[in-house]
């Protein structure tokens, strides 16, 4: 098993890559990126990614009140 360093993606989550190589026959299982104990294709993470960002451009766009 072979893995990236962590990275913190939200508070005591983190995120890495991760795949093996079977050394007897060198057939590969992966990559995949590992999101807390959950495990997800190159595109799934890419699709969760684009998400978040449209989540925060969302939250971004909002105009608060004026205080009065």
């Known amino acids: 098993m072979h893995t ?12 890495r890559t991760c795949m093996s190589v079977d050394p007897v026959t060198g ?3 992966g990559p995949h ?7 997800h294709t190159p595109a799934d993470a890419a699709a969760l990614a684009t998400a ?3 989540l925060v451009d969302a939250a971004e766009s909002v105009t608060r009140p ?3």
């Open 27 to 29: 057939v590969v299982d």
């Open 4 to 15: 990236s360093a962590p990275v913190a993606v939200a508070e005591g989550v983190e995120a």
């Open 66 to 68: 004026a205080a009065v």
């Open 52 to 54: 978040l960002l449209a």
């Open 33 to 39: 990126v590992m999101i807390g104990s959950t495990e």
